[in-house]
C-alpha cells in the first residue's frame, strides 16, 4: 500500500483521524529522509514503513504531542534501523570478502575423507593416474589429454569410469560415511 497526498480521502479519514496531516507533511519528510539516505527509493520505502508503523501505532499520540513531531521521532528510529541494517549487512560483507578461494579450499580438504588415497591406489593404473592428475593436481583435461597422447573425449570418458570406480570402492570401504559425500569423515577405515 503506498500512501500518498493523492490517497487521503474518506476511507484514510475512517483509518487514522492523524494521518491526513501526516499526508500533508509529505514532501517535508521525503525531503528529510533523502538528505539523510542519498536514494530517494531507500527513502521512499522508509517513509512507507513509517507510515505503515504509524497505522499500527497511531493510538500511542499524546494528546500534548504534535503529530508532525512525533512523526519525525518515528522517521528518526526508521533511519536508525536502516542504517544498523545496512552497517550488519557491510560488515557480513567484509567478513566474506576476507575469505579466499584458497581458504575454502584448506577447508574442504581438511575434512574430506582421508580413505579417497588409499582408494585411488587400489584403481586400475590409467584410473589411479586420470583422478591423481585431474581431480587431486587440478590438471586440465585438454593437458591431461596432450601429455597421454589421447583427446579429451577420451580422457573425459575415462576419468568419468574412473570416478565411478572409486565411488564403488569407497562405499565398500567407508560404508555409510560415503553416503554423505565423506565429507566431515568419520568411518574407521577398512582398507
Same mark, same amino acid.
Not at 68 to 86: E, G, K, P, Q, S
Given at each position: 500500500?503506498?500512501?500518498? *497526498?493523492?490517497?487521503?480521502?474518506?476511507?484514510?479519514?475512517?483509518?487514522? =483521524? &492523524? %494521518?491526513?496531516?501526516?499526508?500533508? &507533511?509529505? !514532501?517535508?519528510?521525503?525531503?528529510?529522509?533523502?538528505?539523510? /539516505?542519498?536514494?530517494?527509493?531507500?527513502?521512499?520505502?522508509?517513509?512507507?514503513? @513509517?507510515?505503515?508503523?504509524?497505522?499500527?501505532?497511531?493510538?500511542?499520540?499524546?494528546?500534548?504531542?504534535? /503529530?508532525?513531531?512525533?512523526?519525525? #521521532?518515528?522517521?528518526?528510529?526508521?533511519?536508525?534501523? &536502516?542504517? #544498523?541494517? $545496512?552497517?550488519?549487512?557491510?560488515? !557480513?560483507?567484509?567478513?566474506?570478502? @576476507?575469505?579466499?578461494?584458497?581458504?575454502?579450499?584448506?577447508?574442504?580438504?581438511?575434512?574430506?575423507?582421508?580413505?579417497?588415497?588409499?582408494?585411488?591406489?587400489?584403481?586400475? =593404473?590409467?584410473?589411479?593416474? !586420470?583422478?591423481?592428475? +585431474? $581431480?587431486?593436481?587440478?590438471?586440465? +583435461?585438454?593437458?591431461? @589429454?596432450?601429455?597421454?597422447?589421447?583427446? =579429451?573425449?577420451? /580422457?573425459?570418458?575415462?576419468? &568419468?569410469?574412473? #570416478?565411478? @570406480?572409486?565411488?564403488? #570402492? %569407497? +562405499? *565398500? /570401504?567407508?560404508?555409510?560415511?560415503?553416503?554423505?559425500?565423506?565429507?566431515?569423515?568419520?568411518?574407521?577405515?577398512?582398507?
Amino acid at each position: 500500500m503506498i500512501l500518498s *497526498q493523492g490517497s487521503a480521502g474518506t476511507s484514510a479519514d475512517k483509518i487514522d =483521524p &492523524h %494521518l491526513n496531516e501526516l499526508l500533508e &507533511h509529505r !514532501a517535508k519528510f521525503l525531503a528529510f529522509l533523502t538528505a539523510r /539516505v542519498s536514494d530517494p527509493a531507500t527513502a521512499e520505502d522508509i517513509l512507507q514503513a @513509517a507510515y505503515t508503523r504509524t497505522l499500527e501505532k497511531g493510538g500511542q499520540i499524546q494528546k500534548t504531542e504534535s /503529530v508532525v513531531a512525533w512523526f519525525y #521521532r518515528i522517521l528518526r528510529n526508521a533511519l536508525t534501523d &536502516h542504517y #544498523r541494517r $545496512d552497517a550488519a549487512r557491510g560488515r !557480513a560483507h567484509e567478513g566474506l570478502s @576476507a575469505e579466499t578461494p584458497e581458504s575454502y579450499e584448506m577447508e574442504l580438504q581438511s575434512n574430506l575423507c582421508t580413505c579417497i588415497e588409499g582408494v585411488v591406489q587400489t584403481l586400475k =593404473p590409467e584410473y589411479r593416474l !586420470a583422478l591423481e592428475q +585431474i $581431480d587431486l593436481s587440478g590438471e586440465s +583435461i585438454a593437458d591431461f @589429454a596432450k601429455a597421454e597422447h589421447t583427446t =579429451p573425449n577420451n /580422457v573425459s570418458v575415462r576419468l &568419468h569410469r574412473a #570416478r565411478r @570406480a572409486a565411488a564403488k #570402492r %569407497l +562405499i *565398500q /570401504v567407508c560404508g555409510s560415511c560415503a553416503d554423505h559425500k565423506c565429507l566431515d569423515c568419520s568411518c574407521k577405515r577398512r582398507v
